[in-house]
Each structure stands twice: as C-alpha cells, then as structure tokens.
C-alpha cells in the first residue's frame, strides 16, 4: 500500500505523537510511505533519527496512492481533499488540531490507526463537493473554474462597511436578492463550519443537499433554505467597493463587483475515511457537544 501524506507545519507540540506515528508507519509491512515535500522538510529536523525513509511528492504535480493521510485539523484536511479531488484517493483524517470535525481519529490513538491503515478496516464514505465557475460574456469564463469544495463557497463583502446585494437564482429561477454581509452555499460536510456558525441547519452527510445561507442579512425574511444538490445556484453580487471576496475552503480571491458564478455539483466527490464504530451521532456528540445539558 502506498499511503500520501499531508500535513501543516506548526505540529511541535505533538512532537511525541508523531514520532509515535512515523516509526509504527515506517515498521509496518507492506506501506510505502511518501511525504507531502513541504510537510517533509518541516518533519525532519523535528523527529530527527526517528523519521523513516519515505519518498517525498510535490501535490501540484501528478501523484498517486491507494489512501492520503491528512495530519492536522480541518484546514488541512481541506487543503488535502484539494489535492486529491480528482483522484478519488481516501482521505484518512488524524487530528493535531482543535475540534478535527473531519478526522478519523487523534492523533494519540497512532497504535489503532497503523491498524486501521494496514489492515483495511475502515469505512469510505463518499461526500458530494461543489464547482464554481464564473458567468458572464467574456468566452473565457466558463474556464475561469473551481472544480471542487469539499465545505462551503461564500461570497463575501470585501473590506467595507457596506454590505453586498447578491441576485441569486437556483435552475435559473429567481430565489432572492440577499442583502447581507455575505451569502454561503455549504455541502452536507460542510454544514458544521461556516455555515452553522451563521446560523444554517446541520445536514447529515449523505443529504442530497445543499444549504444556501446568508451572513448577517439585512431583512427578518431571509433565513437559510435547503435546495437539491442536483441543483445550479448562480449569483451575481453587488458592491459599492467596486468588489467582492469569494472564499471557497477558505482559499480566498478577490473579483469585480457584478462578476457572476455558477455553483454546482462537482463531477469528483471526496472518499472520507472513518473507522468503524464512529457514525455521525458520534462525532456531533463528541466534537459539537450535541444535546449535552450543562447543567
């Protein structure tokens, strides 16, 4: 088995856990270990004699593996599931960081993870992510794309006090013109980030839907509304900036006011490992503290 990973580089406190991770990995039979090269170069003067011989890969340019490890919390995984949209490889989440929503495990549980990952027993769900392209009369546009967000797109007001104003249609029917700080189309998976801080539902993550939740708006009758993910969302914002900020897993640009997009179901889905045991429940229990009473 080859096995990718990713990782960021501010891990020093979990020196011990690593160090833990890395040899049982480099010990175990029949793994091919290969590094994210930015990842390796952080790891090695970190563990030092302790970390094994593994290849390195550089995730912008072509690379292959029968499953991708995630080290780090959810950006991370995020950053990963990038990289590997279109390869459809599994994504095992261990989490150095501070809720790890995605992950499949801590990493201090590195003895059941190597078990996990040389013995096949894990679960591989896939989860549906959207695709952005722009919209507009420039022939360009349709290329000017985004192929796949794993969370959210949000289409944010840029630097001003002022708030945005975006038409938005779904199947090219019109839904609203938001007047709103900003306005999130989230996935199932990512209905638990941005767009539950903004006050949208939690889908389970095998809904066949989006949620399409505005930030801050400026009118009572404005609430999140779910649509089917077979649907075509397109908006077109407005500003008096003169522009607009489009966060799409939190990689952020900065594009003209009236600049459209069309937002979609992505042609890849992410393969989400999970280990058996952990269902959904679970993690909102353990990570959100779902109906826990305290008191």
């Known amino acids: 088995m080859k096995l990718a990973i990713f990782g960021n580089t501010y891990q020093d406190e979990h020196e011990e856990g690593l160090r833990d991770l890395f040899c049982a990995l480099g010990h175990a039979a029949g793994v091919r270990l290969a590094v994210q090269e930015r990842y390796a170069d952080y790891l090695k003067p970190l563990l030092g004699r302790s970390m094994p011989d593994v290849a390195t890969f550089n995730p912008c340019d072509d690379f292959s593996a029968d499953l991708a490890m995630s080290i780090g919390g959810d950006g991370t995984f995020l950053h990963t599931a990038y990289h590997v949209g279109d390869k459809q490889i599994p994504i095992m989440g261990v989490n150095t960081g501070h809720l790890g929503y995605l992950s499949a495990a801590p990493l201090a549980d590195a003895a059941r993870i190597v078990e996990a990952v040389t013995g096949g027993d894990y679960l591989v769900e896939p989860r549906t992510m959207l695709s952005v392209s722009r919209t507009g009369d420039n022939p360009e546009a349709e290329t000017a794309a985004w192929p796949c967000a794993l969370n959210e797109v949000a289409i944010l007001r840029h630097a001003s006090a002022s708030m945005i104003a975006v038409d938005t249609s779904v199947d090219s029917q019109p839904l609203a013109r938001y007047l709103c700080d900003g306005l999130i189309v989230a996935t199932p998976t990512g209905s638990t980030a941005y767009n539950l801080s903004a006050g949208g539902p939690i889908l389970a993550p095998s809904a066949p839907s989006w949620v399409i939740t505005p ?58 490992v999970r280990l058996r045991g952990k269902s959904f429940t679970d993690t909102l229990r353990e990570k959100l503290l779902w109906g826990v009473a305290a008191r």
């Not at 077109?236 to 900065?254: F, K, N, Q």
């Open 215 to 272: 930030v801050a708006p400026h009118s009572l009758n404005m609430r999140p509304i779910v649509v089917a993910d077979s649907s075509t969302i397109e908006v077109v914002p407005h500003s008096r900036a003169g522009c607009y900020t489009l966060s799409i897993d939190g990689m952020v640009w900065t594009l003209p006011e009236g600049t459209g997009l069309r937002i979609k179901r992505s042609r890849f889905h992410t393969n989400v």
